[in-house]
T-cell receptor, first 110, second 112 residues
Framework: QKEVEQNSGPLSVPEGAIASLNCTYS??????FFWYRQYSGKSPELIMS????GDKEDGRFTAQLNKASQYVSLLIRDSQPSDSATYLC??????????FGPGTRLSVLP | EPEVTQTPSHQVTQMGQEVILRCVPI?????FYWYRQILGQKVEFLVS????????KSEIFDDQFSVERPDGSNFTLKIRSTKLEDSAMYFC??????????FGSGTQLSVL
């Protein structure tokens, strides 16, 4: 059974702070890693993808991957109230399917 | 920007009835998926579809479920005899290269 684990939260950070979201996965063969943002009642929206070890930056978002530790993280710099949402970690192994974590609820306090 | 479209946005049905959820994937995408999300729970994989056939399905996707691509644009999920526990948000998703899923806005299915 392939598992993706995340802290459910809520994670509360003040506006302007860095939010750090973590994810671990069980399938060592996983090749692609994604972060989705899901607002309440809405569909998941892709915000970051990462495929190799290290950091990948896109605007205020940085994804970090450590395959040896089976660990993915997402940093959100200068957090804004509009970043308040549930963040889903998703893991993909070629020829199989995407497995989603339960999500971490982030609350950015004005 | 191209998007995945789903209809209807809400579907209410009686237990035991058949429902068909419809999706129009992004036009140049080749891989199609159905996921569901029960309120407050995680996004769960149901089925993936490629080259006009199912490529993988989960334990949830039992004989009550079927998928079809009846023409070049639509992708449907049929639930033959709905149960109370089928109540969920159903998401269609597509991808061009079997990576980077793009989701539709979902169909909220309520089984009474």
């Amino acid at each position: 059974q392939k598992e993706v684990e995340q802290n459910s939260g809520p994670l509360s950070v003040p506006e302007g702070a860095i939010a750090s979201l973590n994810c671990t996965y069980s399938d060592r063969g996983s090749q692609s890693f994604f972060w989705y943002r899901q607002y309440s009642g809405k569909s998941p929206e892709l915000i970051m993808s990462i495929y190799s070890n290290g950091d990948k930056e896109d605007g205020r978002f940085t994804a970090q991957l450590n395959k040896a530790s089976q660990y993915v993280s997402l940093l959100i710099r200068d957090s804004q109230p509009s970043d308040s949402a549930t963040y889903l970690c998703a893991v993909y192994n070629y020829g199989q399917n995407f497995v989603f974590g339960p999500g971490t609820r982030l609350s950015v306090l004005p | 920007e191209p998007e995945v479209t789903q209809t209807p946005s809400h579907q209410v049905t009686q237990m035991g009835q058949e429902v068909i959820l419809r999706c129009v994937p992004i036009s140049n995408h080749l891989y199609f998926y159905w996921y569901r999300q029960i309120l407050g729970q995680k996004v769960e994989f149901l089925v993936s579809f490629y080259n006009n056939e199912i490529s993988e399905k989960s334990e949830i996707f039992d004989d009550q479920f079927s998928v079809e691509r009846p023409d070049g644009s639509n992708f449907t999920l049929k639930i033959r005899s709905t149960k109370l526990e089928d109540s969920a948000m159903y998401f269609c998703a597509s991808s061009q290269d079997d990576e980077k899923l793009f989701f539709g806005s979902g169909t909220q299915l309520s089984v009474l």
